[in-house]
Structures are given as structure tokens and as C-alpha cells.
Nanobody, 126 residues
Framework: QVQLAESGGGSVQAGGSLRLSCAAS????????MGWFRQAPGQEREGVAV????????YYADSVKGRFTISRDNAKNTIYLQMNNLKPEDTAMYYC???????????????????WGQGTQVTVSS
């Protein structure tokens, strides 16, 4: 497993933007696929966006398509989540996740991931 560290969360008003970052501790096959999940109080953790190392497999939750963009810098072992036009329903703890599997497992299914960060809080007020 690889260590993951998120940053960039905060509080914004609806319509605002935030950029999250997640740095992996080292280059490793353990982070072939990296992505973002979120969990609101009382709800299950859900996939937001994921991307394979070569950028070929990229998936977004329907609720964020057109507003969020995932990207990664393999030289820095880092992924980003640019979040625009934020809505109150985007409020959640956002977690970075990674797995070492092939692209077919680079999906929004939480159980596909075996490395997780500690999370960063995103709060959007109306």
C-alpha cells in the first residue's frame, strides 16, 4: 500500500471553487489508479472521480460531471480535483484512494480500493 495525503479542502459559498490535491508517498504500482470519494454524514462513501495512471480510464459520478475535473501529475505522484460551481450537496469529507489493479478496476466502486487518505472536509454554504 501507499500513503496518501489530501489537502485543499475548506469552506466556500455555493457557486465557488476549490482544488483538492492528493500526494502519494512514492511512485508505485499501488497507485496505478487514483481517485476521489466523498462521504456526507449519515451516508455511504461514494465515488466522485477516478483516473488511471495513463489517463485512459477516467470516470465521474453523474452528479459532478461538467463541474469537477480530475487530473494527475505522475512525476509528482499527485492527483487533483478541480471543483467548480460547488453546490451545498457537495458538502462532505473527501477522500483520496488508490489501487494497484488493471484499468478495468479503475472505476467508482469503493471496494476496488485498498489505499485511502485521511480525508479533507469540503463545506459549501447556500
Amino acid at each position: 500500500q501507499v500513503q496518501l495525503a489530501e489537502s485543499g479542502g475548506g469552506s466556500v459559498q455555493a457557486g465557488g471553487s476549490l482544488r483538492l490535491s492528493c500526494a502519494a508517498s512514492r511512485y508505485s504500482a499501488s497507485n496505478n489508479c487514483m481517485g476521489w470519494f466523498r462521504q456526507a454524514p449519515g451516508q455511504e462513501r461514494e465515488g466522485v472521480a477516478v483516473m488511471y495512471r495513463d489517463g485512459g480510464s477516467t470516470y465521474y459520478a453523474d452528479s459532478v460531471k461538467g463541474r469537477f475535473t480530475i487530473s494527475r501529475d505522475n512525476a509528482k505522484n499527485t492527483i487533483y480535483l478541480q471543483m467548480n460551481n460547488l453546490k451545498p450537496e457537495d458538502t462532505a469529507m473527501y477522500y483520496c484512494a488508490a489501487n494497484s489493479y488493471s484499468p478495468v478496476y479503475c472505476r467508482l466502486a469503493r471496494l476496488n480500493y485498498n489505499s485511502w487518505g485521511q480525508g479533507t472536509q469540503v463545506t459549501v454554504s447556500s
